[in-house]
């Protein structure tokens, strides 16, 4: 599961401002920092208000 806050004032308002893993079960750290590299670049527009917008996903990945 993945936490990320997106932004709703500057400096980048709609923009992932910080991303966090609450818990995982990879094996592979590259992997790992690959989504999260990803996830800091996502953009949702502004969020409605002054305040961030805290989202919690669970993300499940399987070998193809």
Do not use: W
Request: proline fraction near 8%.
């Amino acid at each position: 599961r993945l936490r990320f806050v997106v932004a709703a004032k500057r400096p980048r308002p709609g923009f992932t401002r910080s991303v966090r893993v609450l818990s995982d079960t990879l094996r592979s750290p590259k992997l790992k920092r690959c989504v999260i590299k990803r996830i800091k670049r996502y953009h949702f527009g502004r969020p409605s208000g002054k305040k961030d917008v805290v989202v919690i996903v669970p993300l499940e990945f399987r070998q193809g």
